[in-house]
């Protein structure tokens, strides 16, 4: 045991933090061996097999060529539950499960029917339902590689939800009559200049299409999720977006002018405003 934690260790300390390095030894020895960190504790002087040793060997490979360690293992965990990625979908960021924690909070006991567009791995809808046990929920998202994960792990959360493919900036999405209690979104808002000071090993593994967006016009996706969202909403139900920090203050502006109302911008557990609530009341 202890051969391969100093292997780990040997290998990644020039790419990685200490807490960075203990993080992936910890799920490397989950994925590899099935021993959790006090199992590890108490086996240190146990032997590893040789297949299990070129196992860790070849993360290790990936791992120097900067391959997220979520991707390389096949799954990651998000609100407490564990989700299947691959390089379809982005991995799920702490962030976002404070937008989850938000709305499960607005509406504990409650039985909402939910609408996530640009599901990608399905982890919003799926940790909302997994919250919200009286809750419905739908996704939407334009890639049809993403679908199928996110169907699979709806699948592995044992939770149900409608999946259907969409195209927000075509305006292709279904053409039902279905009002929702909860719109919420978290769709691509790093902008194509931001993109030169983000990490390789998202830049170069992570999907584009779920990531970036034009400087030109970057709220593009706001602009038409609040326009469905005007005609999808139920009177007093809520819109919630994740948000670049950079853009707080003019999403507010924009959900404003669309006629929403109490529109709240909240912050994350960094300080940066990252969230943004906003609410159809009936006039």
């Given at each position: 045991?202890q051969?391969?934690?100093?292997?780990?260790?040997h290998s990644?300390?020039?790419?990685?933090?200490?807490?960075?390095?203990?993080?992936?030894t910890?799920?490397i020895?989950?994925?590899?061996?099935?021993l959790?960190?006090?199992q590890v504790?108490?086996?240190?002087h146990?032997i590893i097999?040789?297949?299990?040793?070129?196992?860790?060997?070849?993360?290790l490979?990936?791992?120097?060529h900067?391959?997220?360690i979520?991707?390389?293992?096949g799954?990651?965990?998000f609100?407490?539950?564990k989700?299947i990625?691959n390089?379809?979908?982005?991995?799920p960021?702490?962030?976002t499960?404070?937008?989850?924690?938000?709305?499960?909070?607005?509406?504990?006991?409650?039985?909402?029917?939910i609408?996530d567009?640009g599901?990608?791995?399905?982890?919003?809808?799926i940790?909302l339902l997994?919250?919200?046990?009286?809750?419905l929920?739908?996704a939407w998202?334009?890639?049809?590689?993403?679908l199928?994960?996110?169907?699979?792990n709806a699948?592995?959360?044992?939770v149900?939800?409608?999946?259907?493919?969409?195209?927000?900036l075509?305006?292709?999405?279904p053409e039902?009559q279905?009002l929702?209690?909860?719109?919420?979104?978290n769709?691509?808002?790093?902008?194509?200049?931001?993109q030169s000071?983000?990490?390789k090993?998202?830049?170069?593994y992570?999907?584009d299409?779920?990531?970036?967006?034009?400087?030109?016009d970057?709220?593009?996706?706001y602009?038409?999720i609040a326009?469905?969202?005007?005609?999808?909403?139920?009177t007093?139900g809520n819109?919630?977006?994740e948000?670049?920090e950079?853009f707080?203050?003019?999403?507010v502006e924009?959900?404003?002018?669309k006629?929403f109302?109490n529109?709240v911008?909240?912050?994350?557990?960094?300080g940066?405003?990252?969230m943004?609530?906003?609410?159809l009341?009936s006039?």
């Amino acid at each position: 045991m202890q051969v391969a934690k100093n292997l780990i260790s040997h290998s990644l300390s020039p790419l990685y933090s200490k807490e960075e390095i203990e993080s992936i030894t910890k799920l490397i020895f989950e994925k590899v061996l099935g021993l959790t960190r006090l199992q590890v504790y108490l086996n240190q002087h146990e032997i590893i097999s040789a297949a299990n040793l070129a196992q860790i060997k070849e993360i290790l490979n990936r791992l120097s060529h900067f391959e997220p360690i979520q991707y390389i293992l096949g799954e990651t965990e998000f609100y407490g539950l564990k989700f299947i990625v691959n390089q379809a979908v982005l991995i799920p960021r702490p962030e976002t499960e404070e937008l989850v924690e938000w709305i499960v909070n607005d509406f504990k006991n409650l039985s909402p029917k939910i609408l996530d567009i640009g599901t990608g791995s399905g982890c919003i809808p799926i940790s909302l339902l997994k919250n919200l046990p009286e809750a419905l929920a739908e996704a939407w998202d334009i890639s049809s590689e993403a679908l199928d994960v996110a169907k699979l792990n709806a699948s592995l959360n044992q939770v149900d939800i409608g999946f259907c493919y969409a195209d927000v900036l075509n305006s292709v999405f279904p053409e039902n009559q279905k009002l929702y209690d909860i719109i919420v979104s978290n769709p691509p808002y790093v902008t194509q200049s931001e993109q030169s000071q983000m990490l390789k090993n998202v830049t170069d593994y992570e999907p584009d299409m779920a990531l970036f967006i034009r400087d030109s016009d970057p709220l593009v996706f706001y602009r038409l999720i609040a326009d469905i969202a005007c005609s999808r909403l139920k009177t007093d139900g809520n819109l919630y977006f994740e948000i670049n920090e950079r853009f707080g203050n003019e999403v507010v502006e924009l959900l404003k002018s669309k006629g929403f109302s109490n529109v709240v911008l909240k912050k994350d557990i960094n300080g940066k405003d990252r969230m943004v609530k906003a609410g159809l009341k009936s006039s």
